[in-house]
């Protein structure tokens, strides 16, 4: 049970097909060669039948994918491998459908061939096309972090999302995720997280505080570059960035809005708690057993907390060694022989961080959407947390919408065939956006 990576727990979890696993990285996809071609598959296609396929290179926990959906019908979702210099290949649909990428008389791919078994292939043309340029800023601490800044091709300044990770390693590459703002209009900055590396036995998670300074220097970044327009610039956080975008938002003065997708918004230790008890539950562990193990990780939680040392673990645990439901909870041994120094100080650090604080100061608007089925986040407690932040808060313009059905990755499984992106987030998003004028609705008719 690792908390520096918590929320890809839900994976292990929940096995409910093979791409909830990959999309959370659980899985090893091997690297793509040619990265900056791999970044010209990104985009928006039209296909001949009418559906608009968005997309493209994606890194979760350090692997490389695809993903391409349709945000609109939501009848065409699919993760996918590259095969070769222009051929992608789904993992999920499992091998049913191939991207081909056409290069232009210049090399550029603006051209794909979609194939799907069984059905005749289709065209697509690429639409509402971008620039990327690579960006370099600085944090507060004097860490440089890297990434890119795509741009619609149209007229600006451009209203800007800056985009916030989950957990573990991730960069700038984040797929539909990207490729879905540039549809309306708004540019999109995205950058490496802190301590960025493709080997996963190297990656240490950064502490939440440093990630959410990073965040606001990303935000103040933007807020300097003349291709954006400063009085639309917002935050997007998914699941981790639940704890790391609001306490950005307060400390760049520069975010207009904040959109959060699966955010947590308790403190994590009760959001990985939660976690560890679906874990645990889908292990066989129930009933005392289960609440005992729980109670006991709470308690070590808090001792963490308080600035103890790792040894004073061993003392909390020792009168349970030998108990069966310890051992399935914790393993064989004392805590001191199972969890590190470093997770331990880890713990201390930033089990008890809240974006309540927060978000009871951020006067801008929030569009906070939780999951009905969330695996990692707990529906109530969240909702009921995040309701009184917003009564608090200086401004009157929140919402939360939560999207029902759906696990923590909005991808609801299908026992004949592939999952479905759950219905309601992107188009409240759409809505919500253009509603406030954080879309630029004349750079093309949609």
Request: hydrophobic share 40%.
């Amino acid at each position: 049970h690792s908390e520096s990576n918590s929320m890809s727990i839900h994976a292990l979890i929940y096995p409910l097909n093979i791409f909830l696993s990959l999309v959370f990285g659980l899985l090893w996809v091997p690297q793509a060669s040619g990265q900056a071609a791999t970044e010209q598959f990104d985009g928006s296609f039209r296909l001949q039948s009418g559906e608009v396929i968005t997309g493209g290179y994606m890194v979760e926990n350090a692997q490389s994918l695809f993903l391409y959906m349709d945000t609109e019908r939501l009848d065409r979702v699919g993760l996918f491998e590259r095969i070769s210099d222009t051929l992608l290949r789904s993992i999920e649909p499992w091998e049913a459908v191939e991207i081909e990428f056409i290069p232009d008389a210049d090399g550029q791919y603006n051209t794909l061939i979609w194939r799907e078994q069984g059905r005749q292939p289709i065209r697509g043309e690429r639409v509402y096309p971008h620039s990327s340029r690579a960006i370099e800023f600085v944090s507060g601490d004097g860490t440089q972090l890297q990434g890119r800044l795509l741009l619609p091709d149209c007229p600006g300044p451009h209203p800007v999302v800056v985009v916030v990770g989950g957990s573990g390693p991730v960069n700038r590459y984040v797929g539909t995720f990207t490729t879905y703002f540039l549809k309306y209009g708004v540019a999109v900055l995205a950058y490496d997280k802190r301590g960025y590396t493709t080997n996963e036995d190297a990656w240490r998670e950064p502490d939440l505080v440093d990630l959410s300074a990073d965040a606001a220097a990303a935000v103040r970044f933007a807020a300097t570059q003349p291709e954006l327009d400063g009085d639309r610039l917002g935050l997007f956080g998914s699941s981790q960035g639940g704890w790391v975008a609001p306490p950005a938002a307060v400390a760049a003065s520069e975010t207009d809005f904040l959109i959060v997708r699966s955010g947590a918004a308790l403190t994590s230790a009760k959001t990985v708690l939660h976690e560890i008890r679906q874990e645990l539950r889908a292990e066989g562990l129930a009933g005392l057993d289960l609440d005992y193990a729980m109670d006991l990780r709470r308690e070590l939680y808090a001792l963490a907390i308080s600035g103890a040392r790792l040894s004073a673990a061993d003392t909390l645990v020792a009168p349970y060694l030998d108990k069966p439901w310890y051992r399935a909870a914790f393993g064989e041994g004392p805590i001191s022989e199972l969890w590190s120094t470093e997770r331990w100080e880890w713990s201390r650090r930033n089990h008890a961080v809240t974006p309540i604080p927060s978000l009871e100061r951020f006067a801008g608007p929030v569009l906070w959407f939780l999951a009905e089925l969330d695996e990692n986040v707990p529906l109530v407690p969240t909702r009921a947390a995040l309701e009184r932040a917003f009564s608090a808060a200086p401004g009157d313009d929140h919402e939360i919408a939560v999207i029902n059905d759906a696990p923590h990755s909005f991808l609801i499984p299908s026992a004949d065939g592939p999952p479905r992106f759950a219905g309601g987030f992107w188009g409240r998003m759409e809505e919500w956006m253009v509603d406030r004028d954080f879309t630029e609705t004349t750079c093309w008719d949609k």
